[in-house]
Structure formats: structure tokens, C-alpha cells
């Protein structure tokens, strides 16, 4: 029992937050950042925090991922860290020699208010920058938002620092996909593809945090989008942007900037939801959808109604991030399954709170929603009313393990399974798997539980 001092006894907190259901701004930055080819991430701030942004992301993808740090001592955090940067870029170009650094703040340099533009002016007056290569940057101080607002201001650092109109618009679609696994990405992309669509994804972590073994060391693989990319953004025939939360700011931001239209669509997590996003390309492109897709489609709705008897009325506590947490609702409810107990720590979830109350509405069970709530409470939650599953990050094993239910880890971070880089959740194949692992733990759990006379072979 591990947890085994909470407390059944529900108190309001409004300034503590226990065992918080988020981690920092930076370390979705990074995330962000990597998804643009040949980029090395940079943490303008101590080296502390780059150390733990790194390693939260080599825990979770198992890739070493790469980044550069200020390396902020006394003397930087009190006259500020302008001489860091310029000779970390220095530095960077001369013994790395990547094609992009992207540069985002940390708590520290944030709280001294450093100029991040105008440092990286200076580097650029003095040479440090070479011809044909760019820095760009993101402020994401950690003491407000969380890692999915890190992710989103590294993304809309993409528009502004490169997307160009050239006064024509191509055929091509701007996909943003969001916080999701680079799996995730590559399926995203390959409904559109399939579809007969040219699209430009950013940022794109497939092939980059989950590439192959090849026993040759690349410090920058193969994927990511890029510069060139990016720049071609700004003249493409529309945006469609997969999560509110993660995606719309950069969506918003490039059609302000070089008018692009955007979609904002949930990210797409099931049947309906998939559905949306098919269809918006199909409109957005004008194109028809392949039998290909219409043969996914088919398969997953045969396997709802295959698996519906087995998932009808089961009761779920969801933890993790708001794009993710909204869309998982959505479809849980769709398969007639009961999410009771939801949890976001993103405070810039507080925008979906009536969505999420919208989506349960016909849920006839009691419904408890917190954005931003933390785990502390999730687990109250969870000893007073309990439920059949729950789905969440490895940090939730503790809490299902103590209360003995079974848990399905989706989002991040996962420190303690694999797979979650290489098999997507997305599109309708990704529904698929989503569900498999959903059933797998339910059914798992009733053969656990079944006695010598109530075990079955076939169920
Ligand atoms: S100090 Fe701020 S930026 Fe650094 S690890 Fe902590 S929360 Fe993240």
C-alpha cells in the first residue's frame, strides 16, 4: 500500500496541489522541437532541468534524445543569461552542426527575464549563427501550463519564425497532430495519404523517436519536418489541427499570419471522432475517401458490436492530458462504457470542463470532472466510488494497484511498458488496438477473479 495515507475524507484544497497530474512546459517543448528535422533542442536555463527534460523523454520513448542546455550557474542566474546562450550557440553549430536549434526558457530564465530574441539577434550579429542555418525559440515558463502548453508554444514558434505565403495556394493540407505518440503521427499521416493528399506535418516525431536500430549512432535521424517545410506552410490550401489545446494555437497562428484556413478537430480517438477527421480532409482537399479507409471503418464498427456486450455499463477513471482526455470521453461513451471519475492537471484543459460535462451527459451514473485536478484527488475519488478501470499514465500505478483495478496506460509519460511509440491509438486501426488493450484488461481481470465453477473457456 504504497498510498496507503490518503485520506477517503474529501477536503477542498485551492493552493496545494499532491502528486500533480502534469509535468512542466519544457519538457513538451522539447518534445516539439524534435519533431523538426536536423533541430537540436536547447534549454536556456540550469542544467537540472535539461538533465530531467531529457530524461523524461528517454524514459518514456526508450531513444536517447538529444538537447543542449545554458548551463546556468550564480553568476548567470543573477545577471541573466545572455553570454550562456550566444556561446552555447557558438558551440552548438561548431561541434554538433544541426540545421535548426530551438531555444525555449525554463523557470529559471523566465523569473530573470531574459530577451530570448534579442540574444539571439546579438548571436546572429556576431557570427555565431551560420549562413543557412536558424535558431528559433519558445517561452515556456513552467510555473504556468504544463508540458501540453510547452508543446503547443514550441509548435506556434514553428509558424511564426518560418511559415511564408508565396501568394499561391497549393493543393497541400497542414496537418498538426498534437501531443501524441509518434506512432500516432505516422498514422495521421497515412489516412491522409491513402486518401491521395500531399500534407505537411508539424511537428512530426515518427522515424525520429522511434527510428530503427540500425548500429549506426545519427544524432539527427531520418524524420521530422523540415525548414524548407515549415516555410512552404504559409501556402498551403488549409490547416487541420488535432486537439484544441495542443494544436489551435500554431493553426490560429498561421492563418493570421499567412492565411491558412483551419480546422480544429478532436484528436482522433474512435469511430466518430476518426470519422470527423476523415471527412474534414475529404472536404478540406476535395477528395473522395478510399475503400481502403471504408474497409478500416468497417472492421472497427464489426468489432464495437462484437465487443459491446463485454464493455457496456463498465465503469472508468481517466487521468492524463486534456486533448487525449476529452477524446477518450467521447469515445468511451460511444461504446456505452461509464467514465465516472475524470482528471485533467492541465489548467489549460479548463476550457474543455464543459465538454466533458457535455460528453457524459448520458452517462447515467455520477459523474465527478476536475480540470486542473491533481492525483491526490483522483484517488479519493476513486476509494469512495470505485470503478472497473482505470486509464492513465504510469503514475497511476500506484493508485491501481492499492485499490486492486485494472489499469490501462495511455498518455503520458509511460515509464513502465513499451509499445506506446510503435502502435498507434489513433484513426480506426488505432481504435482497434485501443480497445483490444481495454478488453484484454477487463477480461483479464474477470478470469482472475472467476472460481473453478465460473471460469470459462469461451467468453
Ligand atoms: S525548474 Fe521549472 S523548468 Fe526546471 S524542471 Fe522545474 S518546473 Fe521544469
Known amino acids: ?5 490518503t485520506p477517503t475524507e474529501i477536503k477542498e484544497r485551492s493552493a496545494l496541489t499532491v502528486n ?14 524534435l519533431g523538426v528535422h536536423g533541430c537540436l533542442p536547447h534549454s536556456h536555463g540550469s542544467q537540472g532541468c535539461y538533465a530531467y527534460h531529457r530524461s523524461a523523454l528517454t524514459r518514456h520513448f526508450k531513444e536517447p534524445v538529444v538537447a543542449a542546455t545554458s548551463a546556468f550557474t550564480e553568476g548567470a542566474s543573477v545577471f541573466g543569461g545572455q553570454a550562456n546562450l550566444v556561446q552555447a550557440i557558438d558551440n552548438i553549430f561548431t561541434v554538433y552542426n544541426p540545421e535548426v536549434i530551438a531555444v525555449h526558457t525554463t523557470c529559471l530564465s523566465e523569473t530573470i527575464g531574459d530577451d530570448v530574441p534579442q540574444i539571439v539577434a546579438k548571436a546572429k550579429a556576431d557570427g555565431k549563427v551560420p549562413e543557412g542555418k536558424y535558431v528559433f525559440h519558445a517561452n515556456t515558463p513552467s510555473y504556468v501550463g504544463s508540458h501540453v502548453t510547452g508543446f503547443a508554444n514550441m509548435t506556434k514558434a514553428m509558424v511564426e519564425y518560418f511559415a511564408e505565403a508565396n501568394g499561391l495556394k497549393s493543393k497541400t493540407i497542414n496537418l498538426i497532430p498534437g501531443y501524441v505518440e509518434p506512432a500516432d503521427m505516422a498514422e495521421i499521416r497515412r489516412l491522409a495519404t491513402v486518401m491521395g493528399i500531399t500534407t505537411i506535418m508539424f511537428p512530426d516525431t515518427a522515424k525520429v523517436l522511434n527510428g530503427p536500430l540500425t548500429g549506426k549512432y545519427k ?20 490547416t487541420v489541427a488535432l486537439g484544441r489545446i495542443a494544436s489551435m494555437p500554431a493553426a490560429r497562428a498561421l492563418d493570421a499570419k499567412c492565411k491558412v484556413p483551419c480546422q480544429i478537430l478532436d484528436l482522433p480517438i474512435g469511430l466518430t471522432a476518426t470519422d470527423a477527421f476523415v471527412d474534414t480532409l475529404r472536404q478540406t482537399a476535395g477528395v473522395s475517401v478510399p475503400d481502403a479507409i471504408n474497409l478500416e471503418r468497417g472492421q472497427l464498427v464489426d468489432t464495437i458490436s462484437d465487443w459491446h456486450q463485454y464493455l457496456y455499463g463498465k465503469r472508468v477513471a481517466i487521468v492524463g492530458d486534456p486533448d487525449q482526455v476529452l477524446a477518450l470521453t467521447r469515445f468511451l461513451v460511444g461504446l456505452d462504457m461509464r467514465p465516472v471519475h475524470i482528471i485533467t492537471g492541465s489548467p489549460s484543459g479548463k476550457k474543455y470542463e464543459k465538454s466533458l460535462r457535455d460528453a457524459v451527459a448520458r452517462v447515467p451514473d455520477a459523474v465527478n470532472i476536475r480540470v486542473p485536478g491533481d492525483m491526490l484527488l483522483f484517488h ?25 483495478i485494472p489499469l490501462v496506460r495511455y498518455g503520458f509519460p509511460i515509464y513502465d511498458r513499451m509499445g506506446h511509440s510503435y502502435f498507434s491509438t489513433m484513426g480506426y486501426r488505432g481504435a482497434l488496438r485501443l480497445m483490444e488493450k481495454i478488453l484484454d484488461a477487463i477480461l483479464d481481470r474477470k478470469d482472475r477473479d472467476a472460481d473453478d465453477i465460473t471460469m470459462e473457456l469461451v467468453m
Open 1 to 5: 500500500m504504497l498510498l496507503r495515507h
Open 20 to 33: 500533480p497530474a502534469k509535468t512542466c512546459q519544457p519538457i513538451g517543448a522539447m518534445y516539439a522541437a
Open 219 to 238: 544524432m539527427f535521424p531520418e524524420g521530422g519536418v523540415t525548414i524548407n517545410e515549415l516555410q512552404k506552410c504559409g501556402s498551403s490550401a488549409g
Open 380 to 404: 479519493q475519488w476513486l476509494k469512495n466510488n470505485p470503478v472497473d478501470l482505470i486509464i492513465g499514465n504510469t503514475y497511476a500505478k500506484y493508485i491501481a494497484k492499492d485499490e486492486d
